[in-house]
C-alpha cells in the first residue's frame, strides 16, 4: 500500500519562500507517477507540478517560473520550493501519486493521496 505523508506548510509573506516535503512509502520507486495538487477553497482542485521517475516535469500554467519540483531518491522525498509566493497561492497541498500512470493532469490526478498541507499568503 503507497502512503504520502506531507509537510512543511505554514503562514508566510507575499514575496516569500516555502517548501513542502512528501515522504513516500513503502519507496519512491513503488510509484511511476508524483505530484502536486491544491485546491483553495471554493475552488476546484488543480495539478501544481509532476515529476516522473526520469526527472521529467510539468507545471502548471500559474506557477511555472515561481515553483519547482524534485525528488530526493534515497530519502524517498517529492519536494516543492515555492518562490515568488503571492495571495492567491493559498490552498491545501496535496501530494499525489500513481503506480500505472507516468504523468499526472487536473483531469487524471492518481489514485493515491496524501493528507494535505495549508499553505496561506498573506501581508
Known amino acids: 500500500q503507497v502512503q504520502l505523508v506531507e509537510s512543511g506548510g505554514g503562514l508566510v509573506q507575499i514575496g516569500g519562500s516555502l517548501t513542502i516535503s512528501c515522504v513516500v512509502s513503502?519507496?519512491?520507486?513503488?510509484?511511476?507517477?508524483l505530484g502536486w495538487y491544491r485546491q483553495a477553497p471554493g475552488e476546484q482542485r488543480e495539478l501544481v507540478a509532476d515529476?516522473?521517475?526520469?526527472?521529467?516535469?510539468n507545471y502548471g500554467d500559474s506557477v511555472k517560473g515561481r515553483f519547482t519540483i524534485a525528488r530526493e531518491n534515497v530519502k524517498n522525498m517529492m519536494y516543492l520550493h515555492m518562490n515568488s509566493l503571492k495571495p492567491e497561492d493559498t490552498a491545501v497541498y496535496y501530494c499525489?501519486?500513481?503506480?500505472?500512470?507516468?504523468?499526472?493532469?487536473?483531469?487524471?490526478?492518481?489514485?493515491?493521496w496524501g493528507q494535505g498541507t495549508q499553505v496561506t499568503v498573506s501581508s
Open positions: 499525489n501519486a500513481d503506480r500505472e500512470a507516468r504523468t499526472l493532469s487536473t483531469w487524471y490526478p492518481g489514485v493515491y
Open positions: 513503502p519507496n519512491i520507486f513503488s510509484v511511476n507517477a
Open positions: 515529476i516522473t521517475n526520469e526527472g521529467s516535469t
